[in-house]
């Protein structure tokens, strides 16, 4: 859990700091279009003002929009909750998770299940007969 935690202050943190590198760059593409504009007016041309990724980073978000979303949310805000969680494995120790990062190894930890009647674990194979024993088969049958 620790590590988990841990793990997602890491991302909130650089997510926060692309964000703001993402702001003040809208904004500086901003700056450079308000420039660009300028002098389109002063030599009567019409040149891109914008790139198309700068653009579509002004249209669709905004530095506004992104420094609001920042002014929001301060790191450190989430609280943690720890729900309860009915015991499922009998108090038995979880088995490892590479996911977690710990080594698997050992022996596994076996959930017990409920006995189970003979007759229900047996599986019978099916029974293959042919209609006259293989010595009186003729090769031209084949």
Known sequence: MKRAISL??????KARRYTQLLADAIGAAEDA??????????YNVDVSTYT?????????????????????STPGEEAV???QVPDANGGQPLPANPLFGE????????VPTPALKV????????VLMATAPPAQWDAAQD
Not at 8 to 13: L, N
Not at 64 to 70: F, I, K, P
Not at 103 to 110: E, N, Q
Not at 119 to 126: W, Y
């Open 119 to 126: 007759a229900e674990r047996r599986v019978e194979a099916p």
């Open 81 to 83: 909750i720890f729900n």
């Open 52 to 72: 198309l990724l700068t653009q579509a980073l002004h249209a669709n978000s905004g530095q506004e929009v992104l420094v609001d979303h920042l002014a929001q």
């Open 33 to 42: 279009a308000t420039q660009m504009n300028a002098l389109n007016q002063l």
């Open 103 to 110: 080594l698997v190894a050992g022996t596994p930890v076996l």
């Open 8 to 13: 997602r202050a890491k991302a909130d943190q």
